[in-house]
């Protein structure tokens, strides 16, 4: 008789508590049911540079996602392999006009608003130019991105940014919105439909267990 086949490991993702970064691929595992294993790794003590880390991601940032032979080391890459990896809950739609926009706005996000305040960036500015003179620098990033998007989706956005479905724009949006008003002090009143989606990702039980202080390694005072 043969015998009965090992228990495929469950996937891994290395994540801090606090990156809007790992917190949009903790949105995207929850939507799509993916069981895995949290591994914190605390940017603050910094371990993204101990060695066996920089194994997974050599550019020092988290997330990073292992499932068996496949390490992704970039929440977009992790995104877009989830997609194609489990596709029966889709965060891209089939109509390729809306796909783009999608596509679009997780790449404004990903590349034109979050690296211009992650973490090593305030750091520098902070070092170089004195404390605190790095959230100005900070909220007239976010301004400028919100008010490309604000644009972009005031006009199809429905219960959702791109109708009354999550798509990946959503997850994008999420954690963003979510530092901006929590971390950033940004005056959401001139980003009414961005203020309404955040409202809506709040209550969504998919976002809500992704928030930073539902996450094993937040501190008890998050």
């Not at 009965?4 to 799509?32: D, F, G, M, Q, T």
């Not at 605190?132 to 909220?139: C, D, I, R």
Request: with cysteine; net charge negative; charged share 20%.
């Amino acid at each position: 008789m043969a015998s009965a086949e090992a228990p495929a490991a469950r996937p891994i993702l290395y994540s801090y508590w606090r990156s809007s970064c790992s917190h949009r691929v903790r949105i995207a595992l929850n939507l799509k049911g993916i069981d895995y294993e949290y591994k914190a790794v605390n940017l603050l003590k910094g371990e993204q540079s101990d060695p066996e880390f920089m194994k997974l991601n050599p550019m020092k940032f988290v997330p990073a996602w292992v499932d068996g032979d496949a390490v992704i080391g970039d929440s977009y890459a992790i995104a877009l392999y989830l997609e194609d990896k489990y596709p029966q809950r889709p965060l891209l739609p089939q109509d390729l006009e809306k796909k783009a926009l999608n596509i679009q706005i997780a790449s404004i996000v990903c590349s034109g608003i979050q690296p211009l305040h992650n973490l090593t960036l305030v750091r520098f500015i902070e070092q170089k130019v004195g404390t605190g003179e790095s959230l100005p620098w900070v909220q007239q990033q976010i301004d400028r991105g919100f008010t490309a998007v604000e644009n972009m989706i005031k006009g199809c956005a429905g219960k959702f940014a791109m109708g009354d479905e999550v798509q990946l724009a959503d997850v994008f949006l999420a954690p963003q919105i979510f530092a901006a008003v929590t971390r950033f002090q940004i005056d959401m009143s001139k980003y009414p439909t961005l203020a309404r989606l955040h409202d809506q990702y709040m209550t969504h039980p998919a976002f809500e267990a992704a928030l930073p202080d539902r996450q094993p390694d937040a501190p008890s005072s998050a």
